[in-house]
């Protein structure tokens, strides 16, 4: 499976140490099945933005061009121009976040931030903390600086932050460069932090006096129940990851970071060395849009478009795929997390997957060392309520066989073991 080729590579041997950290992208490698007309894909967490309204984006990208070419076309400010970072502070404010302009800089998607971070802060051999599962592009990220990465479970509630303590009083004070979560509706698991655990994280934090990484492109994407807290709202020392992919467009490649002074000038002088400055164009192009009350309304549809794909896969999981099989249930966001009995790898089933008609992530690339085998993310944001029930049903027919066979194997006793753990 994947587009990765082959190739002999007469440079072997030249490339840093680093490089052999890095995996590819699952969900990059599926890219190509995962766009032909007869596959339903429920790998990738691509936004559906055919509902952003393309016309208002071009008069927002003409009057950018228009009104503000001279800036538009030339270099900016590193830190990203002033006029977005008051809009993005009162994104912000309305989350319930207080700070100013001065406490952000725009960056390349929250994928840059996560990027910049992992260059400020990691030493090849650090120990990180991150939940596990995890954000695959952020463990691609963090690996290239070569971390030992240690991942800390969830449940429906999120981060076992118990768990977590255990593991600080493990590593002692200072045993960890930072702690970096998703505590709204987690990329892959689908599920949100509890407001008690994220008063217990923030203290944590404090007291072990570790950085904390709040990672939150979903956060405005709820279907139902009340919002919680940010861990940023609870405690002005989080390092906040925002971003305009999920509430507008991914194309744009906008995203901030809000930390205080001290990191924020680490990150400034890192940003400075990737890329100069982000692309005033799309900056200015994203200050018209987000200027006026068009975009509300849009994300309103695309919240309700979601929840709507979320309903016809939770339907179609609870109808389709039998009892020994766990699934989260998504408040908000892009992801379900299934869990299938521990002796399943459902690597291998992709291929046959594929040729079903039907495409997930394998669990294992969302764990920085081969766990999660057994597990898969799908992703309800992008197919159609109609495809994702065909899509859930052609991905239950080729897991039926596998299943079979494990009651095959427990009720002859095979799976002892197994059996009592699944
Ligand atoms: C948890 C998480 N963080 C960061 C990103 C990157 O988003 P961006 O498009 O802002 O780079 C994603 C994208 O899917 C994500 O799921």
Redesign the pocket.
């Known amino acids: 499976m994947g587009t990765a080729r082959v190739v002999f590579d007469r440079w072997d041997g030249r490339y840093a140490e680093r490089m052999s950290a890095i995996r590819s992208s699952a969900v990059r490698d599926l890219f190509a099945a995962a766009s032909r007309p007869d596959i339903i894909s429920l790998s990738g967490?691509m936004p559906e933005v055919s509902l952003v309204p393309t016309e208002a984006v071009a008069r927002a990208a003409a009057a950018a061009i228009r009104e503000h070419g001279t800036e538009a076309l030339q270099y900016g400010s590193s830190e990203g121009r002033v006029q977005l970072r008051e809009i993005i502070v009162e994104l912000m404010a309305e989350s319930g976040m207080r700070l100013k302009a001065d406490d952000l800089i725009v960056t390349?998607?929250?994928?840059?931030a996560?990027d910049l971070l992992a260059k400020i802060f990691i030493d090849p051999g650090d120990t990180i903390i991150t939940e596990g599962p995890t954000?695959l592009?952020?463990l691609q990220a963090f690996s290239a600086y070569q971390p030992n990465i240690v991942c800390i479970p969830m449940d429906d509630d999120g981060m076992r932050v118990d768990l977590l303590e255990a593991k600080l009083r493990e590593l002692g004070p200072r045993g960890a460069k930072f702690i970096y979560t998703?505590p709204n509706f987690?990329?892959p698991a689908g599920v949100t932090l509890t407001p008690e655990r994220r008063r217990k994280l923030v203290d944590l934090a404090r007291e072990y006096d570790i950085p904390l990484i709040e990672?939150d492109?979903?956060g405005r994407l709820r279907f139902e129940g009340g919002h919680a807290k940010t861990l940023r709202a609870l405690d002005e020392d989080v390092i906040y990851?925002g971003?305009?992919?999920?509430i507008f467009a991914?194309g744009l490649?906008?995203?901030w970071v809000a930390a205080p002074a001290p990191i924020l000038a680490k990150l400034l002088l890192a940003k400075q060395a990737a890329d100069l400055c982000g692309s005033a164009y799309a900056q200015v192009t994203a200050e018209k849009y987000f200027t006026g009350t068009r975009w509300r309304r849009v994300l309103q549809d695309l919240t309700r478009t979601y929840a709507e794909r979320r309903d016809a896969m939770l339907e179609a999981l609870a109808e389709h795929l039998p009892p020994e099989v766990r699934y989260t249930r998504p408040e908000g966001g892009?992801f379900v997390w299934v869990e299938l009995p521990e002796f399943l790898d459902v690597k291998p089933l992709l291929a046959e997957a594929v040729e079903a008609g039907v495409t997930y992530v394998p669990g294992d690339a969302f764990f920085p060392d081969g766990r999660g085998r057994n597990c898969m993310r799908l992703a309800f944001c992008f197919a159609k309520p109609d495809d994702i029930r065909e899509g859930v049903r052609r991905l239950a027919e080729v897991l039926e066989d596998r299943l079979e066979l494990y009651r095959a194997f427990q009720a002859a006793g095979v799976l002892e073991g197994e059996a009592k753990s699944a």
Do not use: H, W
Not at 108 to 112: K, L, P, S, Y
Not at 243 to 246: E, L
């Open positions: 967490g390349a998607g929250a994928q840059q996560l954000y592009g952020a998703i987690q990329n990672d492109p979903y990851l971003t305009t992919s999920k991914p490649r906008l995203g892009f």
